[in-house]
């Protein structure tokens, strides 16, 4: 089944892993039954499954992480209720305001600190006292990892205490949460105390084709499935999907270390590089800081060399399962060469 695209060296993101031949196997081997009413076996397992390891009452299958998100904020929120949230979060700045569209719920963004959390004072001062003039802070959601940083549990121990304390929910954008645990040294469980909801993606670098996990109490959860229905997100021979989530957590979440050390030859390799400025990965994804008019011009370098990228003068480049470290080695060679020229 290889294509020439297989050959390529994708950095623009994880979302573009392939799944495997084992993962294949274990998607054509699914049972499945219709999952809107509950009947497939493969989602159920899934479901309980991250449930188990996230250490919540109840899970959701959700088409995408977006969706999951949505699904999070509709269910926490209601109509003129506020979420408070990072100025560079997912769930503010990439999911084209679903919350305010659909659920007539305000972001409050806030300014990261160069370490990507959102700082104590600046949560605790956003929160709104109750009066008729201001939208009902109801929800802070935190993203980790974000930009490819991770949030310490010391920190999202003290942020979620803080909003409990002035009865605010929790949700933990986890889309990249078990990039996290595994730099952390830590369980998934551990990863995500102190939220009452999460979702994680199974699509990027846990390498499934398709598909989110929302976790939270069975009550969350309940009133989830309603939003998902809504939002168009039940699925149903899903079994197909579910299988792949289910191989992928079993064998694609210790591994996440290869490409956290991929990402960190990879930035020491372009360290070298005089007219660049690279950042220190913590994870799988860390930036590049370049020339602005030398852009265009590495863009094709690397693609005549099989290496996509989204070049900009802030670039992200990202590692994951489909990217070897001879591929790595590779892709440093052609940005040397590149500004040796
Ligand atoms: C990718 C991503 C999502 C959304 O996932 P999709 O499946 O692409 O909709 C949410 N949050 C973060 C931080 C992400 O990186």
Redesign the pocket.
């Known amino acids: 089944m290889e294509d020439k695209t297989d050959k390529l060296i994708d950095l623009r993101s994880d979302?573009v892993t392939r799944p495997s031949a084992g993962m294949r196997a274990a998607m054509a081997a699914a049972r499945v039954g219709d999952d809107v009413y509950g009947d497939d076996p493969s989602v159920n397992r899934l479901q309980a499954r991250a449930a188990e390891l996230f250490g919540h009452e109840a899970a959701l299958f959700a088409p995408?992480?977006?969706q999951s998100?949505l699904i999070a904020l509709l269910t926490h929120c209601q109509r003129g209720d506020e979420y408070i949230v990072g100025q560079e979060a997912?769930t503010y700045k990439y999911e084209a305001g679903g919350g305010a569209v659909l659920g007539s719920i305000q972001p409050q963004p806030i300014v990261h600190q160069p370490d990507g959390s959102l700082a104590l004072e600046d949560i605790e001062r956003t929160i709104k006292p109750d009066d008729f003039h201001f939208a009902r802070s109801r929800l802070l959601a935190l993203?980790n990892t974000l930009g490819g940083r991770v949030l310490e549990p010391a920190y999202i121990g003290a942020a979620t205490a803080l909003a409990h304390r002035r009865g605010l929910a929790t949700h933990l954008?986890g889309?990249?949460i078990c990039n996290a645990a595994v730099k952390l040294g830590i369980g998934p469980r551990e990863a995500v105390q102190g939220f009452d909801s999460v979702s994680v993606?199974l699509?990027?670098g846990l390498g499934a084709p398709v598909g989110?996990l929302l976790c939270g109490s069975r009550a969350f959860i309940k009133q989830a499935m309603r939003w998902r229905k809504m939002l168009g997100g039940g699925m149903r021979q899903a079994g197909i999907l579910a299988a792949a989530g289910l191989y992928a957590l079993e064998h694609n979440m210790a591994r996440l270390a290869e490409d956290h050390d991929n990402a960190a030859r990879l930035a020491h390799g372009l360290a070298d590089i005089t007219q660049i400025k690279v950042s220190a990965p913590q994870t799988n994804i860390f930036y590049v800081d370049l020339p602005a008019e030398l852009c265009p011009a590495l863009r094709a370098a690397l693609a005549r060399k099989g290496i996509l990228a989204r070049i900009t003068p802030h670039t992200r480049l990202v590692l994951h399962l489909d990217v070897t470290r001879a591929q790595v080695d590779k892709t440093v060679s052609a940005f040397k060469q590149f500004f040796a020229a």
């Open positions: 979302t995408s992480g977006t998100n997912h993203e954008d889309a990249r993606c699509s990027k989110s």
